[in-house]
């Protein structure tokens, strides 16, 4: 029983090497330097070894995105919770757009080149979660509307802001104002 616990241990440890790895490269040089050959090498494993756990490299981006779910739905959570009451929805929001900023890859990884990952009803617990706390700051807003759409297009709008953003779409410089603009129209919606 003992050397089944170790080899289990073992094995999980030698996936959180990837998932990391896979992050840090993309972090550094972007996800086309991310390859199963390259991360054979950076951990120090065959690459047979990397497909014993995982089927390949797109399974790996869903791994690292999985991650990042987890993370991002902490964030909006700690904001949320920390926020003054009457000012989760703009704590939340920053959350947000902060979170994208500061992780590009691993944001691109859960947006854009997860293949794995079903949103929705049938979504893995941890993006449910990230909803849920978008949910829990849009949903008062709704009045008449349907608060599931509601927070969907909340999301798609900051998710817009988040991205176009990054990638250099919209004038530096203006996205607080571009924010607060966001927010007045589901308050005053």
């Given at each position: 029983?003992?050397?089944?616990?170790?080899?289990?241990?073992?094995?999980?440890?030698?996936?959180?090497?990837?998932?990391?790895?896979?992050?840090?490269?993309?972090?550094?040089?972007?996800?086309?330097?991310?390859?199963?050959?390259?991360?054979?090498?950076?951990?120090?494993?065959?690459?047979?070894?990397?497909?014993?756990?995982?089927?390949?490299?797109?399974?790996?981006?869903?791994?690292?995105?999985?991650?990042?779910?987890?993370?991002?739905?902490?964030?909006?959570?700690?904001?949320?919770?920390?926020?003054?009451?009457?000012?989760?929805?703009?704590?939340?929001?920053?959350?947000?757009?902060?979170?994208?900023?500061?992780?590009?890859?691993?944001?691109?990884?859960?947006?854009?080149?997860?293949?794995?990952?079903?949103?929705?009803?049938?979504?893995?617990?941890?993006?449910?979660?990230?909803?849920?706390?978008?949910?829990?700051?849009?949903?008062?807003?709704?009045?008449?509307?349907?608060?599931?759409?509601?927070?969907?297009?909340?999301?798609?709008?900051?998710?817009?802001?988040?991205v176009l953003g990054r990638d250099g779409r919209l004038r530096p410089g203006l996205q607080q104002d571009r924010?607060?603009?966001?927010?007045?129209?589901?308050?005053?919606?």
């Amino acid at each position: 029983m003992a050397t089944q616990q170790r080899r289990e241990r073992e094995r999980a440890q030698r996936e959180a090497l990837i998932v990391s790895a896979a992050r840090d490269m993309a972090e550094a040089d972007g996800w086309a330097s991310v390859t199963v050959r390259r991360l054979a090498e950076r951990i120090e494993y065959s690459q047979p070894v990397l497909y014993s756990h995982f089927a390949g490299r797109g399974a790996i981006v869903d791994a690292v995105a999985l991650q990042g779910a987890a993370e991002l739905a902490e964030a909006l959570e700690r904001a949320r919770t920390g926020a003054e009451e009457g000012e989760e929805l703009e704590a939340v929001a920053q959350a947000y757009l902060d979170f994208a900023a500061a992780n590009p890859a691993l944001f691109e990884a859960m947006f854009a080149l997860a293949e794995g990952l079903e949103f929705g009803p049938n979504a893995p617990d941890v993006l449910k979660a990230g909803f849920a706390q978008l949910y829990a700051v849009f949903a008062p807003l709704a009045g008449d509307r349907d608060p599931e759409t509601l927070t969907e297009t909340g999301w798609a709008a900051l998710h817009g802001l988040a991205v176009l953003g990054r990638d250099g779409r919209l004038r530096p410089g203006l996205q607080q104002d571009r924010l607060a603009i966001l927010l007045r129209q589901f308050v005053n919606g």
